[in-house]
């Protein structure tokens, strides 16, 4: 059988967020809770979290999150990276044995700095330089696969039912400040771990909902940009989308939502601010081949916040709700209310509408 | 009759007990082929002159006539059919270059036919086009993608010039002279109307089309018919014809006896004499020549407008396409060697180029290989014959599609392929205004608006299926194609997987 990469799967989902605007830390239990009452909406071929704020004490460090076929795949890639890298702190990433979860691969984690010497040989800035080398041991080196690469954040993903897998990882005893999760309902079975989702990308995370009819013009378009399109997944595409458009291009996030969800042309057409329209016709032109269109709810994950967009003909389900400090987001009311049933001001945003919450400055 | 004598290929057939001897096919025909014989009182016909252009079976009011393929040839033989055998005896009766127009007719593979289209089930939805917004606006040119910003912050919006089409199919070139006045007439109205745009061809633009510019691409060919700088201005794009895919690495030839009257003065070219273009432009013989002329143009225009290079699909478009894109083209104009001509040699438009599928495909994923493919919009002509041919040519990576033989076809022309006689009975290739008036430029108008706004809806539908809403999705979505009876190599070169996969 083909794995994920070899073959493009299309997947139903549950996705769900929570993040405090404080910064105030908490626990993975409640996001693992809010992901159990949406269980119907997997089917127990993937799931996985992202939890931001989570490695305080090596918040200057990249973490890198490894898969590992083998004990092999492990020292030629632990090999790789030494000649790269100062490895500051490395270790077997905890897991619990449950029943539910098996074939589970070998899972470490490195948290790292990048030689100067070879950032100013090579003229790149540390995060395009951490994003090659995760791309290159992904496309290159058998039985390694780089999940999570960003500072003070990690996902944590595997085949099995959402529930599951936090369980698994044992999120109940990680504290972030944000939290992002996946359920995968895939149309046939990935066969490995890395076609689980968050998908990420340094400190870029993103959980989707969604089959993007717009898949192969997005790839063939980021694709010129040095990024290589391993798992052949919506996310996949879309992480690398934004992170084209958030590091390289230094648009900001609304923005980013005017390009992969553009509202139609007949709607730039009636907006009479000049410069808004303008803006929009620019954005819309210049990166036309980045549009997504067919169904979608994308959440992102970054340090210090996140955003929620949907598609713009609004084709998934997707909420957004708030109590106190915490905003929530999910596919469904249900999965929102039953880890805060008194949550306030629930709407549902527009396709194309995007919804960005910031963690108060200096906060997290 | 004699050694000479070539075996009609038509035979017509006239249905006495139709027929009213009311002489209509007699008027209709410029070829002469219908007689009226005042000693019998009945009508007659010469086949040798019928090219089966069907307009007397058109206007025949009994339906009395047929054109039928003449059963008299010589005998069967794979290896000299019958017409390999009369273009021998044309050839020995005259010591000339066989001439033909009209696309390649040879029974080599259409691509298109063998390549699928995708629609959504299940795991997404389709969208209705009759219920949801559907975007077929396209953009061409230049979209660089590094962004500035002013002193503020702020992005600078200003985007490099682009021509702004309502549907991304645009009139490929056919220049006034070998096509007649009405046609242009109709063809820069119904680009009007629809948002597109209709191109000159090497002939120069008539004074009267001018207020439709912002509608009109000037051609700027090897011979530089009718091009100074009040033309280059009057067009919404400059298209600097390198090649047409019916005759890649030839000029063109219009006869002396289409260059009269206006055609003469908007050509600037004295009547009566044959208009050649060269092969090459002689101030274009590499790539770097090509740049000066690319930047002499927008001198001229004040860097206003988008510069169009149109080239032949031959062997190494790919490499071609790609010095284009590096020479300051805005646009790259690939044309297959289905393309049509108002006159080529047949060996040419038999056996010169290739096929425009393969040829975009390889164009695009070159660019994209070579991280330029923003940086250039790719039009794809050469025998687009419908809104499927459209969309799977957007899907393979083109921005929009240049038809010209279906424009025709939309006006009468029934493909004859006899233009280079300048005796098109329809009235659009030729000079005679006996057959010029037989086109009315309004009813060609509207003929031609209604094929692209049905192939408009077409294309809507396709796309709704797929669940894409906008065409800018679709382009370069080679997921959404799959071959059917293409080898490993011919699923390479288009960058798609066989159906089934």
């Given at each position: ?50 939890g ?7 918040k ?36 619990r044995?449950?029943?539910e ?75 972030g ?35 993007i ?16 399109c ?10 690398y ?6 590091r ?95 949550v306030?001001n ?19 | ?23 209509l ?41 047929k ?10 033989n ?5 017409d ?8 020995a ?22 390549i ?58 056919m ?17 009007t ?7 000159t ?47 890649p ?22 009547e ?56 300051g ?21 038999d ?20 991280g330029?493919?923003?940086?250039v ?11 499927s041919d ?10 929009a599609c ?36 037989r ?7 509207t ?10 809806s ?11 809403n ?14 059917i ?17």
């Amino acid at each position: 059988m083909e794995l994920e990469g070899q073959v493009r799967i299309p997947s139903g989902c549950a996705i769900a967020a929570m993040i405090s605007r404080t910064g105030r830390k908490m626990t993975g239990e409640k996001i693992v809770k809010s992901m159990a009452n949406m269980h119907a909406r997997s089917n127990g071929l993937g799931g996985g979290f992202a939890g931001y704020g989570i490695y305080p004490e090596y918040k200057d460090f990249y973490a890198l999150h490894i898969f590992f076929d083998d004990r092999t795949a492990r020292k030629n890639c632990e090999a790789y990276l030494k000649e790269r890298f100062e490895i500051v702190h490395s270790e077997r990433i905890m897991t619990r044995t449950i029943p539910e979860i098996t074939d589970e691969p070998v899972i470490w984690r490195y948290f790292v700095s990048p030689f100067q010497s070879l950032l100013s040989s090579m003229q790149l800035d540390e995060n395009e330089f951490v994003a090659r080398v995760v791309m290159k041991i992904n496309s290159d080196m058998t039985g390694a696969y780089v999940f999570s690469s960003g500072k003070n954040m990690g996902t944590f993903k595997a085949v099995g039912y959402p529930e599951d897998v936090g369980v698994f990882y044992k999120l109940d005893e990680y504290e972030g400040y944000s939290w992002i999760a996946h359920g995968r309902y895939p149309t046939n079975t990935p066969g490995w771990w890395g076609g689980a989702h968050p998908f990420s990308l340094l400190d870029y995370s993103v959980v989707h909902n969604g089959e993007i009819s717009s898949y192969d013009a997005n790839r063939r378009y980021i694709e010129m940009f040095g990024y290589k399109c391993t798992l052949q997944t919506d996310t996949e595409v879309i992480t690398y989308i934004i992170d084209y458009l958030l590091r390289r291009q230094k648009l900001d996030l609304q923005n980013i939502a005017n390009i992969i969800a553009a509202p139609f042309w007949n709607t730039i057409d009636a907006i009479e601010d000049m410069e808004k329209r303008n803006l929009l016709k620019y954005l819309r032109t210049v990166y036309s081949s980045l549009l997504i269109t067919g169904p979608f709810s994308i959440i992102l994950g970054f340090n210090g916040g996140l955003m929620a967009l949907n598609d713009r003909l609004k084709l998934r389900s997707m909420v957004v709700g708030e109590k106190e400090d915490i905003s929530y987001i999910a596919s469904e009311e249900s999965a929102i209310r039953v880890i805060e049933p008194e949550v306030e001001n629930v709407w549902a945003p527009a396709g194309g509408e995007p919804v960005i919450i910031r963690v108060k400055e200096g906060a997290e | 009759m004699s050694i000479e004598f070539i075996n009609p290929e038509f035979e017509v057939v006239r249905d006495m007990t139709r027929c009213t001897n009311c002489g209509l096919c007699e008027k209709q025909c410029a070829n002469g082929v219908h007689r009226f014989n005042s000693v019998t009182k009945k009508l007659e016909s010469d086949e040798t002159k019928c090219v089966n252009c069907q307009r007397c079976v058109a206007f025949c009011p009994t339906r009395a006539i047929k054109i039928v393929k003449n059963p008299c040839r010589i005998s069967d033989n794979s290896n000299w059919p019958n017409d390999t055998v009369n273009e021998i005896i044309k050839q020995a009766n005259s010591s000339g270059v066989l001439l033909s127009s009209m696309g390649n007719p040879k029974p080599n593979p259409v691509y298109w036919d063998k390549i699928l289209i995708n629609a959504s089930q299940v795991t997404n939805p389709s969208i209705d086009p009759l219920r949801e917004p559907m975007e077929t606006r396209v953009f061409l040119g230049s979209k660089s993608s590094s962004i500035k910003y002013d002193e503020n912050g702020n992005i600078i919006t200003k985007l490099n010039p682009l021509l702004e089409l309502s549907m991304p199919v645009m009139f490929s070139a056919m220049s006034y002279g070998s096509i007649s006045y009405n046609a242009h007439a109709a063809l820069a109205m119904a680009a009007t109307d629809i948002g597109t745009m209709y191109n000159t061809g090497e002939g120069g633009l008539h004074e009267d089309f001018y207020k439709y510019g912002s509608n009109t691409i000037v051609q700027v060919a090897s011979g530089r018919f009718g091009v100074h700088e009040a033309y280059l201005n009057a067009g919404a794009a400059i298209e600097i014809k390198m090649g047409q895919g019916a005759k890649p690495g030839i000029g063109g030839h219009l006869p002396g006896a289409k260059i009269v009257g206006d055609v003469s003065r908007t050509r600037m070219i004295p009547e009566g004499y044959d208009a050649i273009s060269p092969a090459p432009h002689h101030d274009i013989y590499s790539i770097e020549d090509l740049r000066q002329l690319v930047y002499s143009l927008k001198e001229a225009t004040d860097y206003k407008k988008p510069i169009i290079v149109k080239v032949a699909a031959v062997h190494n478009i790919a490499a071609i396409a790609s010095g284009i894109a590096r020479s300051g083209a805005d646009i790259i104009a690939i044309d297959g060697y289905r393309g049509g001509t108002g006159a080529a040699p047949t060996r040419i438009r038999d056996n010169v180029g290739i096929p425009v599928e393969l040829a975009l495909a390889a164009v695009d994923q070159r660019l994209r290989e070579e991280g330029i493919r923003n940086t250039v919009s790719l039009v794809a002509g050469g025998s687009i014959r419908n809104a499927s041919d459209v969309v799977k040519a957007v899907a393979l990576g083109a921005d929009a599609c240049y038809i010209a033989t279906s424009a025709l076809i939309a006006m009468g022309c029934h493909l004859c392929r006899s233009c280079q006689t300048g005796k098109c009975n329809w009235g659009i290739a030729t000079q005679r205004p006996e057959l010029t008036s037989r086109l009315d430029p309004q009813i060609g108008h509207t003929r031609l608006m209604n094929l692209l706004l049905s192939w408009n809806s077409e294309i809507k539908e396709m796309m709704g299926g797929m669940g894409i809403n906008s065409i800018e999705a679709l382009c370069g979505n080679r997921l959404m194609l799959r071959g059917i009876g293409l080898t490993e190599k011919e699923l390479q070169i288009l960058g798609i997987s066989h159906a089934g996969e």
